[in-house]
């Protein structure tokens, strides 16, 4: 295991701990601000006409996860709902992407679906499209049976994400792209053990690069979700060499992260879209951040003396 490898394991197990979280949530609310748009729909809306002006697409997330008590995903639903008729009011290139344990997919599967399809269902109405992001493997299989039964009842609107780190992950592309469901390819953003994932970046790397192949090559629109420079000037090479217009897939960075970059991409005639989160639980996304990255933790370090 490298020292990157290491450095995210170990930030992955410090945020577990109750007493880290306790004094972050205190502290910390600042330092996020930069992974953040706002605490309310207000201010993201606002910071998604900045971004479409620079040319850079977005999909808008409600920060909110692992819930606890079911009603809270009702509450959750409501404020999709609305969001999805605010990106339609002010007429901006947003889609939205949502978390299932939001929607209370560790409680009851059930109602998970039925929080789910009617976010989706409001999306339908409005043309727009809802992205399920994929969460750690106790979630895996089942948010992608939420999508292939959305798909099966008509609602194709709905796509979700795939995880490079993954051992199951071919196998997984193969029937969603058979299924015709848009995906957004990662490298994978949590602890998962060697039973089920691969422990090297170089072998994450290799697979995420076979599965972007599986969808380039076939001509299946695809979404790379990455600010990794080996992947994205690989995906810009082996397009040009295959003739592969730049409308057929799209690049995806998260808000804060590389955002000269988010524009350049845009000005080079690449489709981008920015993933923005919005809200007031931030907590478990923010650390994520830090995992992925020693230079974010750096960068938060340096904004606590400005
Ligand atoms: C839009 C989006 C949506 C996502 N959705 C999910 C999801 O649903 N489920 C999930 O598990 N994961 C998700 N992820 C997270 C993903 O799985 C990775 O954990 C995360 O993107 C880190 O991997 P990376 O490829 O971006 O680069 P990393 O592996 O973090 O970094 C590799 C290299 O990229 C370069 N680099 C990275 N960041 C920067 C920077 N800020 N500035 C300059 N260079 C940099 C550096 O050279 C670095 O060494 C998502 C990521 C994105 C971008």
Known sequence: MDSTELYRKVLLSISGNTLVEKLSLKYGKKLASKFISGDTLAEALAEIENLNSKGIMVTLDHLGEGIKQL?????????????????????????????????????DPEACYSNIRAVVSQAKKHNNFVRIDMEDTPFTQATIDIVLRLHAEGLTNVGTVIQAYLFRTEE????????????????????????VAYQQMSEVINNYKKIIRM????????????????????????????SISKDAFEFQMLYGLRMN???????????IRCYMPYGTMWYPYYTR????????????VKNMFK
């Open 172 to 195: 997984d592309v193969k029937q969603l792209i058979d299924a015709k469901v848009k995906l957004r390819l990662v490298k994978g953003a949590y602890k998962e053990p060697g039973t």
């Open 215 to 242: 969808h380039l090559d076939k001509g299946v629109y695809t979404a790379i979700a990455s600010h990794d420079d080996r992947v994205i000037e690989w995906v810009k090479d082996y397009a040009a060499k295959h």
């Open 289 to 300: 951040r830090l995992a992925e990255k020693p230079a974010n933790l750096w960068m938060v």
């Open 261 to 271: 970059d988010q524009e350049q991409l845009a000005r080079d005639g690449y489709r």
């Open 71 to 107: 009603s809270e995903a009702t509450g959750y639903k409501e404020e999709y709902i609305r969001l999805i008729d605010g990106i339609a009011e002010r007429g901006v290139n947003s889609n939205v992407s949502l978390k299932p344990t939001q929607m209370g997919l560790a409680l």
